[in-house]
């Protein structure tokens, strides 16, 4: 009797072959799963054409342009303020007087000693007192009368003599009286020429200089007893107080016209190197939170300074103030744009990796990355532009999810 497909003679043979699909199916999804399990999940970016700004960040002082500092002259004290701080002045507008008493005695004595040097010198320019120089003049006339009258005698004498009715001792008497005459008269006038040596009419002109030294300060003491504006401006730093005592030297008070300011800009010395005359510069203070002041670079940097335990370079700008928000003294957050350039394709910057010195990014094909060698310019914090390599809208890995090393031919998913 024939078999039919259901015979038991066939039934070990099915199974076998049932067995055997499903072997098959469980490595080739084995397979599968394996496969993916080798792809590395990598976080990724694409390349954007966008502007980029590479970029200095520091800090800087804003000080007045335009500054006026009033100290005490002396130690004295502060009899009236006539401001308060935070006020605005006028040009010539009185501040502040302080006692001037002591100051108005110290000119006085100075000024007396001056004109006491001051005659001392005329004298000693002129020869002596003007009674010196009149009695002086007068002997200066008797001794040339002298001096006249013996020259008249030698002369009748000598005539005598040739007729022999004087004596030769005569004669000699007569020019020894002479000689003494002229002598005399040379003395006098060398006296009234030149009484004082050299060295006397230095020292009297040194005392007169001296004097004119003490004078002088005496007379800047009293001046800056009252403190007057020297240009319209803003009272911005006022510790003398009314009543007050100050010493020698105290400030007093501080005028500045704020409508411009300085700021002082204190760049690393690494930086130093990038910045150039005209880059813009963006001013922030955390007190006004939103503000930015504009200003540009005025000159780079000559040296390169201490401060604190910073190398830095200083460059310094003049700031548009005119609501006078900018205060002197404050410490604020400065931006240098060292470099833009506007429509250009950029990375993120940690996709740009380096090896051999030679920039390249990790390209996104498909589910492989491919090493792909770029050039580069403008760089920043975040953000690195390139100039050749990419396209716009290609999409490159920046790191794994898992951190596993990634590289040329890693499979990938996302």
């Known amino acids: 009797m024939a078999l039919n497909g259901n015979s038991p003679e066939r039934r070990p043979?099915?199974?076998?072959?049932?067995?055997?699909?499903?072997?098959?199916?469980?490595?080739?999804?084995?397979?599968?799963?394996?496969?993916?399990?080798?792809?590395?999940?990598?976080?990724?970016?694409?390349?954007?054409?966008?502007?980029?700004?590479?970029?200095?960040?520091?800090?800087?002082?804003?000080?007045?342009?335009?500054?006026?500092?009033?100290?005490?002259?002396?130690?004295?004290?502060?009899?009236?303020?006539?401001?308060?701080?935070?006020?605005?002045?006028?040009?010539?507008?009185?501040?502040?007087?302080?006692?001037?008493?002591?100051?108005?005695?110290?000119?006085?004595?100075?000024e007396t000693q001056l004109k006491a040097a001051q005659a001392d010198l005329g004298y000693a320019e002129r020869g002596g007192t003007q009674e010196e120089v009149l009695s002086l003049d007068a002997q200066l006339v008797k001794a040339g009368n002298d001096r006249d009258s013996a020259q008249r005698n030698l002369d009748a004498l000598k005539k005598l003599e040739q007729q022999g009715a004087a004596s030769a001792g005569e004669v000699r008497d007569a020019e020894n009286a002479l000689a003494g005459a002229e002598a005399q008269l040379i003395f006098l006038r060398q006296k009234r020429t030149k009484r004082y040596s050299n060295g006397e009419l230095a020292r009297v002109n040194a005392q007169r200089a001296d004097a004119q030294a003490t004078y002088d300060a005496a007379e800047d003491v009293l001046a800056k007893s009252n403190v007057r504006a020297p240009f319209t401006g803003i009272v911005y730093s006022l510790p003398a107080k009314q009543g007050g005592f100050v010493a020698a030297g105290d400030l007093l008070l501080q005028v500045a016209d704020l409508r411009k300011v300085l700021l002082r800009a204190f760049v690393d010395e690494p930086d130093v190197g990038r910045l150039a005359p005209g880059d813009p510069i963006e001013i922030t203070w955390d007190a006004v939170p939103g503000r930015m002041w504009p200003a540009t670079v005025t000159a780079v940097p000559s040296t390169v300074k201490l401060h604190g335990s910073r190398n830095v370079g200083e460059t310094t700008s003049i700031v548009d103030n005119k609501d006078l928000k900018l205060l002197p003294n404050i410490n604020v957050g400065v931006t240098i744009v060292a470099a833009q350039h506007d429509n250009v394709l950029v990375v993120p910057r940690e996709a740009v990796r380096t090896d051999d010195t030679k920039p390249y990014v990790l390209l996104v094909a498909g589910h492989q990355l491919r090493r792909r060698e770029v050039e580069t310019s403008l760089s920043n914090l975040t953000q690195v532009e390139v100039t050749r390599g990419l396209s716009a809208k290609d999409v490159v890995a920046i790191n794994s999810w898992n951190g596993k090393p990634i590289g040329d031919l890693t499979k990938v998913k996302f």
Do not use: C, M, Y
Request: glycine letters at 4%; zero cysteines; hydrophobic letters at 50%.
């Open 13 to 110: 043979r099915r199974w076998w072959v049932t067995a055997l699909a499903i072997l098959a199916a469980v490595i080739v999804l084995a397979a599968f799963v394996t496969h993916r399990d080798d792809a590395v999940p990598v976080r990724t970016a694409v390349v954007e054409q966008s502007n980029i700004r590479s970029l200095v960040s520091t800090n800087g002082k804003i000080e007045p342009v335009n500054n006026f500092e009033a100290h005490a002259p002396a130690a004295t004290s502060v009899r009236r303020v006539l401001v308060k701080e935070g006020e605005s002045v006028k040009k010539g507008q009185l501040l502040l007087v302080l006692d001037d008493a002591e100051a108005r005695a110290q000119a006085a004595r100075a």
